[in-house]
């Protein structure tokens, strides 16, 4: 009997793009079938390259063969491009952040319920090796409850790498909505869901300079902050602090450290699947972690230096196997749309100047062994 496949479409042909064209074919239950843009030059050149059909946006969304829409638009496209697509009867799974508003979000979610539809929404690094390796080590009580953490994401901003940065500088881009779904997805996985929070924010400079081809040189604005550090209290009662900035030069704060009863846990990049995870007991020593021959931490990319484990299309593949099988997705639209809460709810507060109140809520996604993981794969 042959395996149930279902046919994915890409809606938007940009720099990430090629992960998902270059990673899916790992994974069971997907095959991109076709891609568009809505410069078709581009979107013919990667249906090219990777031996996919490019046909027009509204053909894509008609074809019958795409049972799943990928939606990897600029953020600020991401709301009427799933809604089109769930109004086409398909599937989405979105690129971070799911839209710019909760409002926006939850109108989503009634949209995907009324036809029977399921949104998923990166990241899906929560299913990478060395987090899930931390998730297992917090479920088995190795460092105790968890009371409090920090967590910083900061570097320069992209504008030096990026060769169309401007969406990072707008509303919808910034720190906390472009760097921050992967930190706080990682935080909701391990820790739990948020109920309030508070920060301060603001922008070192009016305008950015670009400094890749081909338009290094021109300036463009900065209408969203791009430093943001908020304070995160937890369902649960733990306490977080949350540094988010691309106004900062250099820094020596790690990526993400949660303190419990017992010990302390030392969690590599959110950004990225694997990692070095270490721990601490009671006396204060910190020794790194076994790992635990999980599928998503072997290096498997090495278009960077150093090469790293990247399995990017793992939380699509998870939503097709799930729309499959009756359950829910780990990178689901509850969990995501929660995150967009706690997010808009920092750059609220950040505005005001006050506490903010996360409005909605959600349940840690289920764990995924490495056996569960190997399912995934082809």
């Given at each position: ?5 279902l ?10 793009s ?8 790992m994974?069971?239950?997907?095959e ?8 078709m ?5 990667q ?13 894509l969304?008609a ?9 990897l ?15 086409a009867?398909?599937h ?12 926006d ?14 949104v998923?929404?990166?990241?899906d ?22 009371t ?7 570097s320069?901003?992209m ?28 935080l ?7 109920a ?25 604005p900065?209408?969203?902050?791009t ?32 303190y419990?009863?017992?010990?302390a ?18 006396d ?21 230096t ?14 097709a196997?799930?729309i ?10 509850e ?44």
């Amino acid at each position: 009997m042959t395996e149930k496949t279902l046919g994915v479409g890409i809606i938007g042909c940009g720099n990430i793009s090629t992960a998902y064209l270059q990673f899916a074919p790992m994974f069971r239950g997907i095959e991109v079938r076709a891609v568009t843009d809505l410069n078709m030059k581009t979107a013919r050149a990667q249906a090219g390259r990777f031996g996919v059909k490019a046909p027009g946006i509204d053909d894509l969304l008609a074809d019958g063969d795409i049972d799943v829409v990928v939606n990897l638009t600029i953020p600020e496209a991401h709301y009427p491009v799933s809604m089109a697509a769930l109004e086409a009867g398909k599937h989405v799974y979105s690129e971070k952040p799911l839209a710019l508003s909760v409002a926006d979000g939850i109108r989503m979610r009634e949209a995907a319920q009324t036809r029977n539809l399921t949104v998923g929404c990166a990241p899906d690094t929560i299913l990478g090796g060395a987090h899930q390796l931390a998730r297992k080590l917090i479920d088995d009580g190795e460092i105790g409850r968890i009371t409090a953490g920090t967590a910083h994401v900061m570097s320069h901003g992209m504008e030096h790498w990026h060769p169309n940065p401007d969406f990072f500088f707008q509303p919808g881009g910034g720190p906390v909505l472009d760097v921050g779904p992967y930190y706080i997805a990682n935080l909701i996985n391990l820790i739990g869901p948020v109920a309030r929070v508070a920060a301060l924010a603001s922008s070192a400079t009016p305008t950015r300079t670009i400094l890749s081809a081909p338009r290094k040189g021109e300036e463009i604005p900065v209408a969203t902050p791009t430093n943001v550090h908020a304070l995160l209290a937890f369902e649960n009662g733990a306490t977080v602090t949350l540094s988010t900035s691309w106004d900062v030069w250099a820094h020596r704060h790690a990526n993400m450290e949660l303190y419990g009863t017992e010990g302390a846990l030392f969690v590599p990049d959110p950004n990225f699947f694997g990692g070095t995870v270490e721990k601490a007991g009671r006396d204060g020593k910190i020794a790194a972690v076994p790992d635990w021959d999980h599928p998503f931490s072997k290096v498997n990319d090495d278009r960077h230096t150093p090469p790293r484990a990247n399995y990017r299309t793992a939380g699509l593949a998870d939503m097709a196997l799930a729309i499959l099988e009756g359950r829910e997705p780990r990178c689901s639209l509850e969990r995501t749309l929660h995150a967009l809460d706690v997010m808009t709810a920092i750059l609220a507060s950040g505005e005001s100047g006050s506490f903010v109140d996360v409005g909605t809520t959600c349940t840690r996604p289920q764990p995924l062994d490495p056996d569960q993981a190997r399912a995934l794969l082809r």
